[in-house]
């Protein structure tokens, strides 16, 4: 290919990279507060899911008042687990979705090195170095970007977060709010 061409590419690339920079600075508010949402609701269904462990409860509310219960106490852990189910992947996929743009970006590289020789000038160099020194990903409000690596920090996070407070919740005591760990926002 010219050079003119792997201008033009690199130009584009670079268009791109600030179509994404200006959505960012609009969306970066929503991905922070997602992020810190499913962060504070997955610790707080584990605290009370290692706290108390999942119990089966005697009877349903509406069975007090009628007599009879069809669940048999079974709805309460029902819903809890799928409650920290559908809290988990809704985490994994606020995660990995806008990962995508960081990976994305890093896609020209390996095409770039496998340049020939002959047609390799310097705006493939520029190209390569645009494509290695640009940080091209979503972000919660500068604090962090949104990469795969992400993931797996947050998931340390989570427990950590766990066994520090297993360790500091004295033996026997159990939480008497129950139910905020029911509680789950979309």
């Not at 920290?84 to 994994?92: A, E, M, N, Q």
């Not at 743009?101 to 020209?108: E, G, K, Y």
Request: neutral net charge; hydrophobic residues 45%.
């Amino acid at each position: 290919m010219p050079q003119m061409f792997w201008r033009t590419v690199r130009e584009d690339y670079g268009r791109v990279t600030l179509l994404v920079r200006k959505i960012d600075e609009v969306i970066n508010g929503i991905v922070f507060i997602s992020f810190a949402n499913n962060l504070y609701f997955v610790c707080l269904q584990l605290f009370h899911t290692l706290d108390n462990g999942i119990k089966r409860t005697g009877e349903c509310r509406a069975s007090r008042h009628k007599g009879t219960s069809p669940f048999a106490g079974y709805e309460a852990p029902a819903y809890f687990i799928f409650s920290l189910v559908y809290l988990i992947s809704r985490s994994v996929a606020v995660s990995l979705i806008p990962s995508q743009v960081n990976s994305a970006s890093l896609v020209p590289a390996p095409v770039l090195y496998d340049v020939p020789s002959p047609v390799y000038c310097i705006e493939v160099q520029r190209f390569i170095d645009q494509v290695n020194g640009d940080d091209v990903a979503l972000s919660g409000m500068q604090f962090f970007t949104v990469t795969r690596g992400l993931l797996l920090t947050v998931a340390g996070t989570i427990v950590t977060y766990e066994l520090v407070m297993l360790q500091l919740t004295p033996p026997g005591q159990a939480t008497s709010d129950n139910t905020a760990s029911n509680v789950t926002t979309i």
